[in-house]
């Protein structure tokens, strides 16, 4: 309760003449036609957004999102402070928020939690069977918001390390009455000279009176990229791959190039990579009254990949063992001599091998063939009702599943053993050097085949979700409370070349390869493509 107390104070002047009142002219009336002002928000929707939510968050709507150029979701995500992305196949995967990881963060679709997974090469974790969540699944084109909360807040049901993102699809009755939207652009890669598509549609309409609204759309896009370079696979020295290189020549001291670093797999890279990805979304949404809201929303999305990886490497340098006489032809790192070597001071405290000449090397031919395709699926229902007391009742019933399959990972390796003039200089990191001596690659009878793999997997994710909750936020205080209810359900299967135990028979050639040989089945990959380096084959 609040008092105020008012004083009045007259104030007595003496009187005095008044002047006679001016003498008014009459004015003419002139009509003017409508004007209209156009002003533009004081701020814009993503920083009211911001502004209005309790803890740290940032949010892209749909303009944002299309205009990024990204075909992937994970890439528009990198517009936002604080969130990174590692790159695979040329588009981000998954992201960090703040360096914590992708497992940390859950992922929201249209307020229900969910998960999309899907494949990689093995060097950047292959098969995702954790809980880190993969937008690349997701065409950016299919939402219209994506909001990245970053810090912990009491209306979430379960916090988060890393973050939470919430990303939702249109709605039929928040567009124009008639509604229709298409987009259509083609990108092209120099490298694979190929072309390929990005077409995206949206139609919606509703009623009269705006209370029953449908909405379909659809986004596609199609991605041809060709990748060639050249890696030292990390670095490692040779006391680790015990007991080290068998010899070097002077003036090279022995101990002196086993305690520096060396790179643990040089090799040259050629992947090729087909890739599609659709997304379809439907929505029908009914308002019976002011107070009544009831939504049916349905996600479908697919992202299917061919990936073809060829590598030159070899693998001597990161294989430990003493090598006995007669000596192994795969003993490794200890049937190696030194014959060159150029050893600095990698920051004034560790030495590295940056770049040497080597005999008794092995040289490998690696080639990997994968198909790949993740579907996800989700169906959710909401509903929400604004009683007269100004409190508000919401339900939301879910379900989605993300089916990840790799039926073919097939892996051949071809191997020349005992080379000698092996060489790698990695002194410039713009261009380095490789050459691999006297073996002779291009030659199939030089060839011997060592291994074939066969690794197919699937991995299958699934929520089903069902949550109330009450809200008041017309009081001095907002409140909230609630319910929920899930269930989430991970399976995962892959197979392998067994011999019926724990071992595996990848050194046995399959029946198809059995009684063939090198020239029947292989064949010269990379010619005339720049790896950027010196001395390629």
Not at 46 to 70: H, K, M, N, S, Y
């Amino acid at each position: 309760v609040s008092l105020r107390r008012r004083s009045e104070v007259v104030v007595t002047a003496p009187s005095v003449s008044r002047p006679p009142p001016p003498v008014t002219e009459t004015e003419e009336l002139i009509t003017v036609s409508a004007i209209s002002v156009v002003a533009r928000p004081l701020a814009e929707p993503t920083q009211d957004a911001a502004r209005d939510a309790p803890g740290q968050v940032d949010v892209l709507l749909e303009e944002q999102l299309r205009g990024a150029g990204a075909l992937g979701l994970a890439d528009a995500l990198r517009q936002i402070p604080g969130v990174a992305a590692g790159p695979e196949a040329g588009e981000a995967r998954q992201i960090a928020v703040r360096g914590v990881g992708g497992r940390f963060t859950r992922v929201r679709v249209n307020g229900m939690e969910t998960l999309a997974t899907f494949g990689a090469s093995n060097a950047i974790g292959g098969t995702n069977r954790g809980r880190a969540f993969d937008y690349n699944v997701f065409a950016a084109d299919l939402f219209k918001q994506v909001r990245l909360q970053k810090t912990a807040s009491a209306d979430l049901d379960e916090g988060s390390l890393g973050a939470t993102v919430d990303m939702r699809t249109r709605s039929p009755l928040e567009l124009p009455r008639r509604h229709a939207m298409l987009a259509a652009e083609a990108g092209y890669q120099t490298l694979s000279d190929r072309a390929r598509p990005r077409v995206s549609a949206v139609l919606s309409g509703r009623d009269g009176a705006s209370r029953l609204g449908v909405l379909v759309s659809a986004a596609y896009s199609g991605r041809s990229t060709l990748e060639a370079g050249a890696s030292a696979g990390q670095w490692e020295t040779g006391d680790a791959v015990a007991p080290g290189f068998g010899a070097a020549l002077p003036p090279l001291d022995l101990a002196a190039v086993n305690a520096a670093l060396h790179a643990r797999i040089p090799r040259l890279e050629l992947v090729e990579i087909d890739q599609q990805r659709l997304g379809l979304t439907g929505s029908l949404e009914w308002r019976p009254g002011d107070a009544t809201r009831i939504a049916l929303d349905v996600i479908y999305a697919e992202l299917r990949s061919n990936r073809r990886e060829n590598l030159l490497e070899s693998f001597t340098f990161r294989t430990p063992g003493v090598c006995g006489a007669p000596a192994d032809p795969r003993c490794g790192l200890n049937a190696v001599t030194v014959t060159q070597g150029d050893i600095f001071m990698y920051g004034g405290r560790k030495p590295v091998l940056i770049a040497g000449r080597f005999d008794g090397v092995d040289v490998r031919s690696e080639a990997r063939r994968d198909e790949l395709s993740t579907v996800f699926r989700q169906t959710t229902l909401a509903a929400s009702h604004r009683f007269r007391e100004g409190v508000e009742g919401r339900m939301l019933l879910g379900f989605s599943r993300s089916d990840f399959s790799n039926p073919v990972q097939q892996t051949l390796y071809l191997e020349q053993f005992d080379v000698d003039g092996f060489a790698y200089d990695f002194s410039d990191g713009d261009r380095p050097a490789l050459s691999f001596g006297d073996a002779a690659l291009a030659t199939p009878g030089a060839w011997t085949a060592s291994e074939f793999r066969s690794d197919p997997n699937w991995v299958d994710n699934s929520y089903r979700s069902l949550a109330m909750d009450l809200e008041d936020r017309t009081g001095p205080i907002d409140w909230r409370v609630g319910v929920l209810a899930k269930t989430y359900r991970t399976v995962g299967a892959a197979r392998m070349r067994s011999d019926g135990g724990i071992g595996n028979v990848n050194s046995v050639p399959p029946g198809g390869l059995s009684g063939l040989s090198v020239a029947d089945y292989a064949r010269l990959v990379g010619q005339g493509v720049d790896f950027g380096v010196s001395g390629a084959p």
